[in-house]
Structures are given as structure tokens and as C-alpha cells.
């Protein structure tokens, strides 16, 4: 089973940036789409973005609350996807998930999750970066 690691979470101001990083264990990282999800404190988990699996030339997908603010792309030599994250809002206060799916389609699948990257954004002081178990 592939195993998925997020990194890059923590807290940061409105109207300002992140960028996740998914690090994927498979080196048939180009046989997969991967999925960015997150999950906000009683709500439930919603996709985000999710990118195919040419590195040539891969077609990425983003939701709605995230077009034109969110940005994702993969290196499969580093193995790694990336979600970069700007002009965040407090809306985008939640665990982030990355994920190996079979495609970028809408209630496709999910092969493996990731353990979750805790993303905060308010106006609060100082940096924290926090892993969710």
C-alpha cells in the first residue's frame, strides 16, 4: 500500500500563504492521481484539489472554494505533490489530507490517506506547526 506523509502546515494569517507538501513512498507515483482533501471541525471532509497522474502534462481540478487561490502540481522524481495555498481564510481552517486515487473524478475512490496536516488561519501571534495524528 502506498504511504502518503503531508507536511507544511501551520498557522498563518489571513490573506496570507502555505504550501503543503505530500510525499508519496510508491515510485509508480505517475500511475496515480492525487487527492487533496481536508476536513474542518464539525463538518465533513470535502475535496480540495487533485492533480492526474502524467507529469508531462497533468490536468489538475479545484473546488470551487479554492479556484483562483489555490494552486497544486507534483514532481514525480521527488515524489511529491504540492498544494500551494494563497490569500487563505479562516474558512480554510482545517486538517489537510492527501491522497492516492485511481482518478480525478468526483466519488472516485481513495486508495491511501495520508495522516493529515493541521492548516490554522487567524490573525493570532507566532508560528506553530502542527501534524495531526
Known amino acids: 500500500q502506498v504511504q502518503l506523509a503531508e507536511s507544511g502546515g501551520g498557522l498563518v494569517q489571513p490573506g496570507g500563504s502555505l504550501k503543503l507538501s505530500c510525499a508519496v513512498s510508491d515510485f509508480a507515483l505517475s500511475y496515480y492521481a492525487i487527492g487533496w482533501f481536508r476536513q474542518a471541525p464539525g463538518k465533513e471532509r470535502e475535496a480540495v484539489s487533485c492533480?492526474?497522474?502524467?507529469?508531462?502534462?497533468?490536468?489538475?481540478y479545484l473546488g470551487d472554494a479554492v479556484k483562483g487561490r489555490f494552486t497544486i502540481s507534483r514532481n514525480n522524481r521527488k515524489r511529491k505533490v504540492y498544494l500551494q495555498m494563497n490569500d487563505v481564510r479562516t474558512g480554510d481552517t482545517a486538517v489537510y489530507y492527501c491522497?492516492?486515487?485511481?482518478?480525478?473524478?468526483?466519488?472516485?475512490?481513495?486508495?491511501?490517506w495520508g495522516q493529515g496536516a493541521q492548516v490554522t488561519v487567524s490573525w493570532g501571534q507566532g508560528t506553530q506547526v502542527t501534524v495531526s495524528p
Open positions: 492533480i492526474t497522474g502524467s507529469s508531462s502534462n497533468p490536468i489538475t
Open positions: 491522497a492516492t486515487q485511481n482518478a480525478c473524478m468526483k466519488d472516485a475512490p481513495v486508495l491511501s
